[in-house]
Each structure stands twice: as structure tokens, then as C-alpha cells.
């Protein structure tokens, strides 16, 4: 029976939409503990200073794997090693891994030696925090992870080119359970330290979860010096998508950085609400770019109109989809954040400034989905350096507009009206929304950049994402509408003094509005929507009739 059911977990999936929604289902499990994991972190520490701590030692690993461990990422491995005979493979995988072991691991130690130049070069803020020893050693065991999850890519290759989905799933739910074992378990002991101990603990058992895939394969993999010819080809193919990961990181470490210089915990709520969002992000925009790839790949060349077909029936799901949440989640932020995070130390004042910030950040769901998308189209095109560019033109833009945001014109200004609209204008820290703003605004400017680089690619690429934005919006407006009807009865029957209380209320809200934009996607008769319907359908009975690569191997997230 056990066999069975791990047969059937592990069947291979064909068609673009079956494949994204059962990569949303098994994304589904892990955001939900990543979200245990943040609850975990708002009850324990609140949003403060030590939060705080915790959240800026990452940005530096986390850019330090953008730029080095994605050198030898399952993105770029997958097609070489697809075509290639098991003792090929082996080879490339051994000296892939050693070059990310001595490479990275090089690069790590001499960031983990002058860790305390560095990051209170970057915080200069946290220079005389009452917890400065024990950051800087949690940075320098954070070190430790963009090599344990650069070679989790490495082998991941691997997991993805024997389609084991069930064990790609298992990993960052792994991962999570480490970081939330290091909160609970070792930081009393150990404090900041212990929880990069759950860290570290739970990079390695995301690389172990590989491991069956490798021996599956019957792959022997051995230390191996990394040859020039072998390994050149990689890096040389590798380079322009480690730098548009680096710019990402780069800016996420900017926002970080500026965010450190306003009111203790404010960078606890940007990250937090940041991480809200990425829930949505990975269930649409994620599911669908990755389940998109290897069709955009295949017809990049040979079939451009069926490249055109793909890319933009993707992307019209990732807007449609996308706005009806935007709809659901401005009216349900405040419920959704209190049952999430509000627990514990984590105060009301941190839990509606929480909420803005989710507001702003869902703002532009839908344009950070589709460049997720339109990036990979381009490197299936094979222009690889584009992404980066357009990359590097939105982190400037973002930077510049974060900056004048900051400004005391700004403060004066623009900042009080948008922490009113709001309603966190009584909020102290409220000028951290400035922040979220400028990040979503470089993410519409960047996706609005990409969609235009691509019209001539795809003619009409542009038109045909207009009719899902008017009717996602109309779907969005009136699923609003009818959760915040829904919620202002409830709340005059059953007050929202207990989180049981704000779960049901909110829950039911969120139900009537998604029962609401279905019946309005149904009256304008929505292609997509009646697309998903037909998908749902076609996974529950297998009935699986057109062939599809497996979906593309993906870098490890980073939660």
C-alpha cells in the first residue's frame, strides 16, 4: 500500500496548468509551515530588536548564494545532464559539487573573518546592540547554508530529472522544521546562535532529501577537482542568472539596510509581511513560471507560435489569479496577520503595521509573478543577459524611489497620506510602508520593462493580458465587496476578542468572496477560469493526454 501511494505521488505530470496546480499543492505544505515557523518568531520575540538581529544576518548568506552557489544551480544542470550517460553525469555532479565547496567555501570564510566589518558597515545601527556578539556569530553560521543549499541544487538536478516531486516538496518543509527546532530548542540555550544551529541542521537535511533520488540513479559521486573545460561552459551559462538573483538579493539587502535606520522592529515587519506575501507568490506566479519552463524551452526555437501560446496563457492565469487574492487579502489582511503572527510578543500596533505592509506587497503580486515568467522566457530565448539588465535597471529605480521616500519632504508629506489610507497613521514606525511601496513599484516597473522587451517574441502579448486584468479586477472588487459585507455582519453577532473568533470570521469572509469571484468569472464566461476547472479535473482523474518535460529544477528557496 505504502508503495503504491509513494508510486503514485511520484507519477510524472504532463500539461502546463496540471502541472502548476499540483506544484501549488505541494508548495501549499511547505509555505504553511514557513508560516509556523514566522508565528513561531512573532511569539517568541515579537517585533523587535532581536527579531530584527536575526532577520538582517541573512541577507548577507542569503546574497552570497545568489551570486555563488547558483553558479552550479539544477537550472542550469538539468539539460546537460538529461542527455548525458550515468558516468557523464556522475562526473559533473562531483566536480560541481567540489567547485561550489572550494570556490563558495572560500569566498564564506573570508566573509565569516571580517563578518564584523562587514555587517556593521552594512547595520551600523546594531554596532553597539546588546546582542552584538552573539549577530555576528549567527551571521557566520548562516555562512555555512548557501553551500549546504547550493549542493541540495546540485543534487536536486537529479531529484527533478527522476521526477521525485514528493521528495522536492519534502525539502523546505525539512528545512523549516530545522529553523522552528533552533527557536524553540537551542536559542534558549544558546540565543541567537542556536537558531542558526536549527538553521544550519535543517540546510542538511534538505540536502539529504536528495540522496534517494542520487541512489536511484545509481550515480557515484566522488571528491573531484573541478576541470577549466568542464566546468567553464557552466559558469559561463550560469553568470547572467546569478547576477539577476544577486540584484534581487542586493535590493531585498538595501530595503533591509534602510529599514534597520527607522523604529526598532521595523525590519521584523517588513520581513514578515514579506514573507506573507510569498505564500501567494509561490502558488501562482511561482507554480506557473516553473511549470511553463521546459514548454517555453522546447518551442522557444522550433515552435514560436506555440511559444506564444504558453507564455501567454501563463501569464494570464498569474494576472487573473493574482488579483482576485489582491481583492481578498486588502480586506482580509487584518485577520489574516492576527491569526497568523498575533500571538505572544506580537503586539496589535505590530500586527496592523504587519497588515499594511501585506497590503502594499500584494499590491504587486501580479507583476512580481510575471517576472518571474517573462525572465524565464528569456532564457529560454537563450538571452540570458537581459534579465539582469532589466534587473539592475529596477533595482536603481527602486533604490532612488525608497531614498526620495525617505526624504523629509517625503516624511512630511506623501508618508503620513499613505500610512492614513492605511489606517496605521496613529502607528508608530508607520514611514516602514514607505519601503514596501518602493519595492512594489520596482516590481511593476520591472515587469511592465519585461513585457515590453518581449513584444516582439510574442506580437500581442501585451493586448492579450488586458481581458484577465478587467475581469480579475471586477472578480477582485466584487469577492472585496462581499467579504467585507460578510465581515461587518459577523462582527456585529460575534465579537473579535478570541483568535477562534477571527479565524471563523475570517475564514467564512474569505470563502463567500472566493464563492462570489467565481460566480463573476462564470457570468463573463473567463477562459481561465474555466481552464482551471478543466485542469482540477483532469488531476483528479489522471486522465493526463499531452506530454510535457518535467517541470524545471529550481535553486533552493530561501525562506
Not at 503504491?4 to 511520484?10: E, P, V
Not at 552573539?134 to 527533478?160: D, E, K, M, N, Y
Not at 535597471?393 to 489610507?421: D, Q
Request: aromatic content about 10%.
Amino acid at each position: 500500500m505504502v508503495g503504491q501511494l509513494l508510486r503514485r505521488i511520484t507519477a510524472p505530470v504532463r500539461g502546463v496548468h496540471q502541472a502548476a496546480y499540483l506544484l501549488a499543492a505541494l508548495t501549499l505544505a511547505s509555505q504553511l509551515l514557513a508560516l509556523l515557523r514566522d508565528r513561531t518568531f512573532a511569539h517568541v520575540f515579537g517585533a523587535g530588536h532581536t527579531l530584527d538581529l536575526y532577520y538582517a544576518a541573512f541577507k548577507v548568506p542569503d546574497l552570497v548564494f545568489a551570486l555563488v552557489s547558483s553558479l552550479v544551480s539544477a537550472y542550469i544542470l538539468i539539460p546537460r545532464i538529461t542527455s548525458a550517460s550515468r558516468e557523464e553525469t556522475g562526473a559533473l555532479l562531483s566536480q560541481s559539487l567540489s567547485f561550489l565547496v572550494i570556490g563558495g567555501g572560500l569566498i564564506c570564510l573570508v566573509l565569516a573573518i571580517f563578518a564584523p566589518t562587514l555587517l556593521f558597515a552594512i547595520y551600523p545601527e546594531f554596532a553597539h546592540a546588546p546582542h552584538r556578539a552573539g549577530f555576528v556569530l549567527l551571521a557566520r553560521i548562516l555562512l555555512v547554508q548557501p553551500l549546504l543549499l547550493g549542493a541540495s541544487g546540485v543534487l536536486g538536478s537529479v531529484t527533478q530529472v527522476e521526477r521525485q516531486f514528493f521528495l522536492f516538496a519534502l525539502a523546505p518543509v525539512l528545512y523549516n522544521l530545522g529553523i522552528i527546532f533552533g527557536t524553540v530548542a537551542l536559542y534558549p540555550r544558546y540565543g541567537l546562535p542556536g537558531i542558526g544551529y536549527g538553521v544550519a541542521g535543517g540546510a542538511v537535511l534538505y540536502l539529504a532529501t536528495n540522496i534517494p533520488a542520487v541512489m536511484r540513479a545509481r550515480l557515484k559521486l566522488r571528491p573531484a577537482w573541478p576541470k577549466l573545460a568542464a566546468m567553464l561552459p557552466i559558469v559561463k551559462d550560469s553568470v547572467p542568472r546569478s547576477l539577476a538573483l544577486g540584484m534581487d538579493s542586493f535590493t531585498l539587502l538595501f530595503l533591509t539596510a534602510l529599514a534597520a535606520k527607522l523604529s526598532s522592529g521595523s525590519v521584523s515587519v517588513f520581513t514578515l509581511a514579506g514573507n506573507l506575501e510569498n505564500v501567494p507568490l509561490s502558488l501562482i506566479g511561482g507554480s506557473y513560471a516553473v511549470a511553463a519552463f521546459p514548454s517555453l524551452s522546447k518551442h522557444a526555437f522550433s515552435d514560436r507560435e506555440e511559444f506564444g501560446r504558453v507564455l501567454s496563457s501563463s501569464a494570464r492565469h498569474i494576472i487573473l489569479w493574482s488579483m482576485v487574492l489582491l481583492g481578498l487579502v486588502i480586506v482580509l489582511r487584518a485577520y489574516l496577520v492576527r491569526v497568523i503572527l498575533g500571538s505572544g510578543a506580537f503586539g496589535w500596533s505590530a500586527t496592523r503595521l504587519t497588515a499594511a505592509l501585506l497590503a502594499l506587497f500584494v499590491a504587486g503580486l501580479a507583476a512580481q509573478g510575471l517576472v518571474l515568467l517573462f525572465s524565464r522566457a528569456l532564457y529560454a530565448m537563450k538571452q540570458s543577459w537581459r534579465p539582469f539588465l532589466y534587473q539592475l535597471g529596477a533595482a536603481l529605480f527602486t533604490a532612488a524611489i525608497a531614498l526620495f521616500f525617505l526624504t523629509p519632504l517625503s516624511r512630511a508629506t506623501f508618508a503620513p497620506w499613505l500610512a492614513h489610507v492605511l489606517k496605521v497613521g496613529d502607528t508608530t514606525g508607520a514611514l516602514v510602508l514607505m519601503l514596501a511601496f518602493a519595492a512594489t513599484l520596482g516590481e511593476i516597473f520591472l515587469a511592465s520593462w519585461a513585457t515590453f522587451a518581449l513584444r516582439k517574441a510574442v506580437p500581442g502579448l501585451a493586448t492579450s493580458l488586458i481581458r484577465p486584468l478587467v475581469q480579475g479586477t471586477l472578480a477582485a472588487v466584487t469577492a472585496g465587496a462581499a467579504a467585507y459585507g460578510v465581515l461587518a455582519l459577523l462582527g456585529g453577532v460575534a465579537p473579535l476578542d478570541t483568535v477562534r473568533t477571527v479565524f471563523m470570521n475570517g475564514l467564512i469572509g474569505g470563502v463567500v468572496g472566493l464563492m462570489v469571484a467565481a460566480l463573476v468569472l462564470w457570468l463573463v464566461h473567463n477562459a481561465e477560469f474555466f481552464d482551471i476547472v478543466a485542469a482540477i479535473r483532469r488531476l483528479a482523474t489522471r486522465r493526463m493526454r499531452t506530454d510535457m518535460l518535467a517541470p524545471s529544477g529550481e535553486e533552493p528557496v530561501q525562506f
